[in-house]
């Protein structure tokens, strides 16, 4: 590899110049920016253990009131990118949610996408554009980019979920900003986009005028999944049970942005997941494993063990192996990932 100039043997006074003109010269970082055969990987191999999280959130609803947070989170941040950068993966934001019984986060919308994974606790609902979307534990609730939202909890107990957001992309594109609107007042209580899409193969004809790439279904249970995971294993005694939770009327990513999906681990299997460019994180919604990746310089050797609503994440370009420690129960992670974004930019 051909060694390349430093900056420090460019004369004092010419860098100057170029400082005072808002130049910068190329070829002392070329080798930074576009380093050889792979990528810097900036994300940490990591697990945010949920047995750490919660007490300190619980004493984030002692310490902070909801007129004072607005959402009450605790954010998940890589120390790979900088904690302050608040990105788990170069575009994926997470924060761990606390609202406590009777409580409303009140209603905003912003250009961010984000999904909820409800961690624990029941009788919340989040309102997205007039549409009460209920929160059981491992559903994903969207509310896409400009949709006004709402976080209500009318149940007993605390109730947790992770924010999973492309709030770091929409933040460095300069296009992150948020607006707030009187509280919602929904007619229903039933989530309408969930039921017109309940059955897969089948969507309505009603009025589907739509101006975004984003899903018009804002809940996806976890019960559905659960049993769709169970069917294809059922049929399949090897190979990696996976899905993806896509848009029903293209079949493409909920999101532009991210990626998300579910892996289902039968007792005791050990799975290398497919290769990928992008970064990935997890959140364990059943069942106790451990995951290892390789093919990162500062590769961890000893496995990451994880159990129930631990989220962790991993850099991309490496190869993961999942094994799942429980011998008779299986082993269900959710999945984030940059990958749509790697497809449309032609990097995947
Ligand atoms: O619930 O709307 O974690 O606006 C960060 C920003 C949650 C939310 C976050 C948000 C929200």
Known sequence: ?????????????????????????????????????????????????YENIRPLLMRAGELTPM????????????????????????????????????????????????????????GAYTTVNDEPCKMERGDLILTPAGMWHEHHHGGEGPIVWLDILDLPLMYRLNSSWSIEGENQNPSRSRDKSYADYSASGIVPTLNLARGSDNSPQLRYPWSKTKACLEEMAADHDKGLLAIAYVNPENGQSIFPSIGFGAIMLRPGEKQKLPKMTSAKVFHVIEGAGSIMIEGHPTEIDSPLNFVERDTLSAPGYTSITITNMGEHKPLFLLTADEQPLHHYLGIF
Not at 30 to 41: C, E, G, K
Not at 84 to 106: C, D, H, K, V
């Open 67 to 122: 007129e004072k947070a607005e959402r009450r989170v605790l954010i998940l941040a890589n120390p790979g990118h900088g904690l302050e950068n608040i990105q788990a993966t170069p575009s994926i934001y997470l924060g761990m949610q606390l609202i406590l019984p009777g409580e409303t986060a009140p209603n905003h919308r912003h250009t961010p996408n984000a999904v909820r994974i409800i961690v624990e606790g029941e």
């Open 1 to 49: 590899m051909q060694q390349l100039g430093t900056l420090e043997e460019l004369p004092l006074e010419y860098r100057e110049m170029l400082t005072s003109h808002n130049l910068v010269p190329l070829w002392p970082q070329m080798r930074s920016v576009l380093p050889y055969n792979i990528p810097s990987r900036d994300t940490t191999f990591l697990n945010w253990r």
